[in-house]
């Protein structure tokens, strides 16, 4: 076949077909896999929810809460077992990490003890701040764990400010972030659960 | 041309990144680990096929001028359905490529291959090349991220061999991606030498 000629309509047309032709290609994937993302990033969800708490029945529905601090709600998925509230799973976040954001699920308990945390999303160092998913609930090491602890007891900031957390050898800006978020979703369900008080 | 040294220049003769070094920036982001190395090399691959295999289909009816930006809007398209494909069956290793996956839209290896390969060839050569260089990039980037993740975490395809104590944490980190990636440009380059 002859090459075509670089013509203003020639041009204009191979471009046409060819975005048209991609186009249409990329809404019928779209459609394919639409139904199966959904279904991904839920179960990624209630999976992260089943792991951080007691085990429960149900899930009540979904709260948004707007801490003091920080730009975004956070969501609280409040746990049921028999009819009474045995725990919070909080999805919370920080935006300090060593690379940006931090996406955490914790669990809470009704005293406000965290009961586990599944790290959903983020961008560290790995091998550095990657480690992050398992240090914070190291058993055998009681200045790292953060299970059993609350905020309104411990002081949920890093050993080198202050606090009563080890952090992460050589990720303490990791550390700091995970604790933020950490510290963030105690002070969700802590502000729900005044609210529901007052009421 | 012959269809079976088509196929073998990109694993080892031509090996888009240990002798023609192109598409470095992925080869040295993902490879901390070799299960990453291995999922970015296959939908890398799928994408060449696939892109070489309709660009040698299209390739009289495009003109000259409009050559690139054709290319790369046929590229964007598979590297778009390998990246929805990827969301919804294989969410975990979605999540750690990240952004490496619609990054392979200008991976040199694949606009090169069309450039140089497929605008020239009929499909079936132009689908063999793909393979062949899809492959030898595979290849690569599962023995770079076996050697960093084995030196710099003690594990391979997350199996332990050691314990994370004795692990050297420089090669999971970028300086030990340089480090691996040039001896293996070295020792491929003897080899090469040697057969000629």
Redesign the interface.
């Given at each position: 076949?002859?090459?075509?000629?670089?013509?203003f309509i020639?041009?204009v047309g191979?471009?046409l077909v060819?975005?048209l032709v991609?186009g249409a290609?990329?809404g019928f994937?779209?459609q394919m896999?639409k139904s199966?993302?959904d279904l991904?990033?839920e179960k990624?969800q209630s999976d992260a929810i089943a792991s951080v708490l007691p085990p429960f029945d149900e899930l009540a529905p979904t709260l948004k809460v707007l801490p003091e601090e920080g730009a975004d709600s956070i969501e609280i998925f409040p746990a049921l077992a028999q009819g009474h509230i045995v725990g919070y799973a909080v999805k919370s976040y920080s935006n300090n990490g060593f690379s940006g954001f931090i996406s955490v699920m914790a669990g809470v308990d009704t005293l406000g003890n965290f009961t586990g945390y599944e790290v959903l999303?983020h961008?560290e160092?790995?091998?550095?701040g990657s480690k992050m998913g398992d240090w914070f609930r190291n058993k055998e090491k009681e200045g790292q764990n953060v299970i059993g602890k609350s905020p309104g007891s411990v002081n949920f900031t890093v050993s080198k400010d202050g606090g009563d957390i080890d952090a992460i050898t050589a990720s303490t800006i990791t550390s700091r972030a995970f604790l933020e978020a950490l510290r963030r979703a105690h002070q969700g369900v802590t502000t729900l659960s005044e609210k529901n008080h007052g009421e | 041309m012959n269809q079976m040294s088509n196929f073998t220049k990109g694993l080892l003769r031509e090996n888009p990144i240990l002798v023609l070094i192109l598409g470095t920036c992925p080869t040295l982001g993902v490879t901390?680990?070799a299960a990453n190395g291995l999922g970015m090399g296959l939908a890398t691959t799928f994408v060449l096929v696939m892109s070489n295999l309709v660009i040698s289909l299209?390739k009289?009816?495009?003109?000259?001028?409009?050559r690139i930006?054709?290319f790369i809007?046929?590229i964007?398209?598979f590297v778009?359905?390998v990246e929805?494909?990827m969301?919804?069956?294989t969410?975990g290793l979605f999540?750690s490529l990240?952004i490496f996956i619609p990054l392979i839209v200008v991976n040199c290896i694949v606009l090169g291959r069309a450039e140089a390969f497929a605008s020239k060839n009929n499909p079936l050569s132009s689908i063999v090349d793909g393979l062949g260089m899809g492959l030898g990039f595979t290849g690569a980037l599962v023995i770079l991220g076996s050697i960093r993740e084995l030196l710099?975490?003690g594990t391979l395809f997350s199996f332990r061999f050691y314990p994370e104590n004795y692990?050297t944490?420089l090669f999971?980190?970028a300086p030990g991606a340089f480090i691996v990636l040039g001896y293996m440009i070295a020792i491929v380059q003897k080899i090469n030498k040697a057969k000629k």
């Amino acid at each position: 076949m002859k090459q075509r000629e670089s013509t203003f309509i020639n041009m204009v047309g191979a471009l046409l077909v060819v975005t048209l032709v991609s186009g249409a290609l990329l809404g019928f994937v779209h459609q394919m896999t639409k139904s199966a993302i959904d279904l991904a990033r839920e179960k990624a969800q209630s999976d992260a929810i089943a792991s951080v708490l007691p085990p429960f029945d149900e899930l009540a529905p979904t709260l948004k809460v707007l801490p003091e601090e920080g730009a975004d709600s956070i969501e609280i998925f409040p746990a049921l077992a028999q009819g009474h509230i045995v725990g919070y799973a909080v999805k919370s976040y920080s935006n300090n990490g060593f690379s940006g954001f931090i996406s955490v699920m914790a669990g809470v308990d009704t005293l406000g003890n965290f009961t586990g945390y599944e790290v959903l999303e983020h961008k560290e160092t790995p091998g550095l701040g990657s480690k992050m998913g398992d240090w914070f609930r190291n058993k055998e090491k009681e200045g790292q764990n953060v299970i059993g602890k609350s905020p309104g007891s411990v002081n949920f900031t890093v050993s080198k400010d202050g606090g009563d957390i080890d952090a992460i050898t050589a990720s303490t800006i990791t550390s700091r972030a995970f604790l933020e978020a950490l510290r963030r979703a105690h002070q969700g369900v802590t502000t729900l659960s005044e609210k529901n008080h007052g009421e | 041309m012959n269809q079976m040294s088509n196929f073998t220049k990109g694993l080892l003769r031509e090996n888009p990144i240990l002798v023609l070094i192109l598409g470095t920036c992925p080869t040295l982001g993902v490879t901390s680990s070799a299960a990453n190395g291995l999922g970015m090399g296959l939908a890398t691959t799928f994408v060449l096929v696939m892109s070489n295999l309709v660009i040698s289909l299209v390739k009289s009816q495009i003109p000259d001028k409009v050559r690139i930006p054709s290319f790369i809007v046929i590229i964007a398209a598979f590297v778009t359905v390998v990246e929805l494909v990827m969301q919804a069956y294989t969410p975990g290793l979605f999540k750690s490529l990240g952004i490496f996956i619609p990054l392979i839209v200008v991976n040199c290896i694949v606009l090169g291959r069309a450039e140089a390969f497929a605008s020239k060839n009929n499909p079936l050569s132009s689908i063999v090349d793909g393979l062949g260089m899809g492959l030898g990039f595979t290849g690569a980037l599962v023995i770079l991220g076996s050697i960093r993740e084995l030196l710099g975490n003690g594990t391979l395809f997350s199996f332990r061999f050691y314990p994370e104590n004795y692990t050297t944490l420089l090669f999971v980190l970028a300086p030990g991606a340089f480090i691996v990636l040039g001896y293996m440009i070295a020792i491929v380059q003897k080899i090469n030498k040697a057969k000629k």
